[in-house]
C-alpha cells in the first residue's frame, strides 16, 4: 500500500521543507503539501513533482498518509483536531504520522481522538540537523503499534538513515524528549567549560580538539560546539531558545508524571530564560554561551562571589 500511497505533507519549516523534498524525490505515488507559508512550498518544492494544496483540508482529502512538521503541540492538536483539519476531512483509514516533538500525553490524546474517526496516528519525532534532514539522514523515533509501524517504515526510510521502533503511541516522544533534554544539558555544561578554559588560558579551540581526543567527546562537542559556538555562529530561524523551552517544558511534565523531580533539568530552563531574555532571543541556542561569557547568572539565580 504505502510504495504508490498519496503522501501528504504539512508544515514545511526548517526540517519539514527538506523531509519533504526527500519524499517528493524518492516517493513513486503522489504527494501534495501545505504550508502556511506559500515561499516555503517555492523553496523546498518547486522544482518537484510535488502538489502545492490550498489549505489542510485539500492534503486531508487527498492523502493515504499525511505527515506532519510543526512547531509544537497546539498546532498539531489544531491540526489534527481543530475546525477544518484532519479529523474532519481525512476519510477513514487514513493515517496520520507526526514528525513533531510534542509532549507524550498530547500525542496519546490526539490519537485517540483520530481513532474515533476510524484514523491511525503515530508519532515520529525527529532528531538530527537541518543538514541531516536535507541529505535524508535523520534519526526517527517512532511511537506506534507494530502493524502500523511496519506500514509506515518503508516512507520513514526516505528520511532516515537511523529508526528506532520506541514502542506504543508516546514512545517516540518519550525518546526524542530525554534525546533533546541531554543535548540542552550538555551545551550549557560545555559553555560553561569553554569559557573557564580560555580564561584559564586555554585557547577554546585548543580546548575542543584536545577534549574530542579524550572520554569527554561528544556529538554535541563535534557539532554545536565546534560549528557554532567557537565561531559565535548563532543565526536566526535555526532552534531557538524558545523552541528549548518549549521541549523543556515537555520534559518536566513528564518527569512530573513519572513522579520524578528533574533539578538538572530545571536548572538547565533557566539557562535557557535567561539567554532568551538578554540578547539570545530567536537566535541558535548554543548562544547560552554569551549569558555565559557575559557572567549572567540563569533566570531566578544569582551567582555568589
Given at each position: 500500500?504505502?510504495?504508490?500511497?498519496?503522501?501528504?505533507?504539512?508544515?514545511?519549516?526548517?526540517?519539514?521543507?527538506?523531509?519533504?523534498?526527500?519524499?517528493?524525490?524518492?516517493?513513486?505515488?503522489?504527494?501534495?503539501?501545505?504550508?502556511?507559508?506559500?515561499?516555503?512550498?517555492?523553496?523546498?518544492?518547486?522544482?518537484?513533482?510535488?502538489?502545492?494544496?490550498?489549505?489542510?483540508?485539500?492534503?486531508?482529502?487527498?492523502?493515504?498518509?499525511?505527515?506532519?512538521?510543526?512547531?509544537?503541540?497546539?498546532?498539531?492538536?489544531?491540526?489534527?483536531?481543530?475546525?477544518?483539519?484532519?479529523?474532519?476531512?481525512?476519510?477513514?483509514?487514513?493515517?496520520?504520522?507526526?514528525?513533531?516533538?510534542?509532549?507524550?500525553?498530547l500525542a496519546r490524546e490526539v490519537a485517540r481522538d483520530l481513532a474515533a474517526h476510524?484514523?491511525?496516528?503515530?508519532?515520529?519525532?525527529?532528531?538530527?540537523?537541518?543538514?541531516?534532514?536535507?541529505?535524508?539522514?535523520?534519526?526517527?523515533?517512532?511511537?506506534?503499534?507494530?502493524?502500523?509501524?511496519?506500514?509506515?517504515?518503508?516512507?520513514?526510510?526516505?528520511?532516515?538513515?537511523?529508526?528506532?521502533?520506541?514502542?506504543?503511541?508516546?514512545?517516540?516522544?518519550?525518546?526524542?524528549?530525554?534525546?533533546?533534554?541531554?543535548?540542552?544539558?550538555?551545551?550549557?555544561?560545555?559553555?560553561?567549560?569553554?569559557?573557564?578554559?580560555?580564561?584559564?588560558?586555554?585557547?577554546?579551540?585548543?580546548?575542543?580538539?584536545?577534549?574530542?581526543?579524550?572520554?569527554?567527546?561528544?556529538?554535541?562537542?563535534?557539532?554545536?560546539?565546534?560549528?557554532?559556538?567557537?565561531?559565535?555562529?548563532?543565526?536566526?530561524?535555526?532552534?531557538?531558545p524558545e523552541y528549548v523551552l518549549k521541549d523543556i517544558s515537555y520534559v518536566l511534565?513528564?518527569?512530573?508524571?513519572?513522579?520524578?523531580?528533574?533539578?538538572?533539568?530545571?536548572?538547565?530552563?533557566?539557562?535557557?530564560?535567561?539567554?532568551?531574555?538578554?540578547?539570545?532571543?530567536?537566535?541558535?541556542?548554543?548562544?547560552?554561551?554569551?549569558?555565559?561569557?557575559?557572567?549572567?547568572?540563569?533566570?531566578?539565580?544569582?551567582?555568589?562571589?
Open positions: 500500500m504505502t510504495e504508490n500511497a498519496t503522501i501528504g505533507f504539512i508544515g514545511l519549516g526548517v526540517m519539514g521543507g527538506p523531509m519533504c523534498r526527500n519524499m517528493a524525490l524518492k516517493h513513486g505515488g503522489r504527494l501534495i503539501a501545505f504550508d502556511l507559508n506559500p515561499a516555503s512550498f517555492d523553496e523546498a518544492l518547486a522544482d518537484t513533482k510535488a502538489e502545492r494544496a490550498a489549505s489542510i483540508t485539500e492534503v486531508a482529502r487527498a492523502a493515504d498518509i499525511i505527515f506532519l512538521s510543526l512547531p509544537g503541540g497546539a498546532q498539531v492538536k489544531s491540526v489534527c483536531l481543530g475546525a477544518g483539519g484532519i479529523s474532519a476531512s481525512a476519510r477513514a483509514g487514513a493515517i496520520i504520522v507526526d514528525l513533531s516533538t510534542t509532549a507524550v500525553e476510524g484514523m491511525e496516528f503515530a508519532d515520529a519525532p525527529v532528531a538530527r540537523t537541518r543538514e541531516a534532514a536535507r541529505k535524508g539522514q535523520l534519526s526517527v523515533m517512532v511511537g506506534a503499534p507494530e502493524p502500523l509501524y511496519e506500514r509506515i517504515r518503508p516512507l520513514i526510510d526516505y528520511i532516515a538513515t537511523d529508526v528506532t521502533h520506541g514502542g506504543e503511541i508516546g514512545c517516540g516522544q518519550v525518546l526524542k524528549l530525554v534525546n533533546n533534554m541531554l543535548v540542552f544539558e550538555h551545551v550549557v555544561a560545555l559553555a560553561e567549560m569553554m569559557v573557564v578554559a580560555e580564561r584559564a588560558g586555554v585557547k577554546p579551540e585548543v580546548m575542543l580538539a584536545a577534549v574530542s581526543k579524550g572520554s569527554g567527546d561528544s556529538f554535541v562537542l563535534r557539532n554545536h560546539g565546534i560549528n557554532a559556538m567557537l565561531p559565535h555562529s548563532f543565526p536566526d530561524k535555526a532552534f531557538p511534565e513528564l518527569a512530573r508524571g513519572c513522579e520524578v523531580t528533574p533539578h538538572l533539568a530545571e536548572m538547565t530552563r533557566r539557562y535557557y530564560q535567561a539567554s532568551a531574555e538578554t540578547g539570545g532571543s530567536g537566535r541558535y541556542f548554543p548562544a547560552v554561551i554569551e549569558l555565559i561569557e557575559k557572567g549572567g547568572a540563569p533566570a531566578g539565580e544569582q551567582v555568589k562571589a
